[in-house]
């Protein structure tokens, strides 16, 4: 396949679906290279309104916070000149809405993207970019509902290939290269909706819904030509792991980023509302040098 000016193999032909050489041996970007001139100007023709969807949590959310992580402490200061200036404690860049950055998870196999060295792969190489392309909304906690097999927000239930075509084709979605893939399953909504011992349970529990974890959903991604993928969920993909996991292999073999417990649920109401689901993507992850995650700081725009 064809992406701008460069050509693309097809999943298959990927030696062990390992994309390395595919964007440059310097390279350090991975499938967001697909997010080309071109495409920013393709997705900017698609604002209509100029409405706006923060995609992205308090950086206090979830609460309490996940993976034993302890909570932030916002502090208020007095500058030596008397102004007001923050101070945050137990920050985790990765703690609320956010960016798996390539340096998230090593491959146990391969090492890390592109076999760079850890330290080229730092989330500022995406930042000083910027991620901006056309966002693609799939609203599978609406469709599975809707098919009678609703999504358990608590339970390990999964989105394949298969129910992915056929929500995009229920919704007259076309998939196109640099697309970023907006999942929801519902677990925000849930979670939002959750007491308190339930909240506190998932702490230690993370068991949720999301995509299937087979080589099947990689080769539809890679083929599909994300430029990234971002769920309203803990994972991406189901919890708890079953064998097959997805994080290396976007990350660290095909250089997929992932986005992980984005807030979609407002956006998917308004998609809903008038039957478009596709909007101008825009995030600018931290510029955080060497840094393995940050917050996503996106927005939709329609």
């Not at 071109?38 to 969807?53: I, K, P, W």
């Not at 502090?75 to 809405?97: K, W």
């Not at 970019?129 to 098919?147: N, S, T």
Request: aromatic share 8%; net charge negative.
């Amino acid at each position: 396949m064809s992406d701008g000016r460069r050509s693309i193999p097809c999943y298959r032909d990927l030696p062990d679906g390992d994309a390395a050489g595919v964007f440059g041996d310097d390279d350090v970007l991975g499938s967001l290279n697909r997010l080309t001139d071109e495409r920013v100007v393709d997705a900017a023709a698609l604002v209509r309104t100029g409405e706006r969807f923060s995609l992205s949590a308090p950086l206090s959310w979830p609460d309490p916070p996940l993976y034993g992580r302890a909570p932030l402490e916002h502090i208020i200061v007095r500058t030596a000149l008397g102004n007001r200036d923050d101070v945050l404690h137990n920050f985790h860049p990765q703690g609320s809405s956010q960016w798996d950055a390539f340096t998230h998870i090593r491959d146990p196999e391969l090492g890390w993207y592109n076999r760079r060295e850890v330290e080229d792969l730092g989330i500022e190489t995406w930042s000083r970019r910027g991620i901006v392309g056309r966002g693609v909304l799939v609203d599978a906690a609406h469709h599975r509902a809707v098919w009678g097999r609703p999504l358990g927000w608590r339970a390990r239930d999964t989105v394949s290939v298969d129910d992915l075509v056929a929500m995009m084709a229920a919704d007259d979605i076309e998939r196109r290269p640099g697309d970023v893939l907006l999942l929801r399953t519902g677990w925000t909504a849930g979670y939002q909706g959750a007491d308190d011992a339930t909240r506190l349970a998932v702490k230690s529990d993370p068991t949720s819904p999301g995509l299937e974890p087979t080589a099947e959903m990689l080769e539809f991604l890679w083929d599909w030509g994300v430029s990234a993928v971002a769920s309203d969920n803990i994972s991406v993909e189901a919890l708890p792991p079953d064998g097959f996991v997805l994080h290396p292999h976007l990350l660290n073999r095909l250089g997929v980023p992932i986005g992980e417990l984005w807030w979609l649920d407002a956006l998917a109401e308004r998609c809903r509302s008038d039957g478009r689901f596709e909007s101008m993507l825009v995030s600018v992850p931290l510029d955080l040098p060497g840094g393995v995650g940050s917050p996503c700081n996106a927005v939709a725009i329609r």
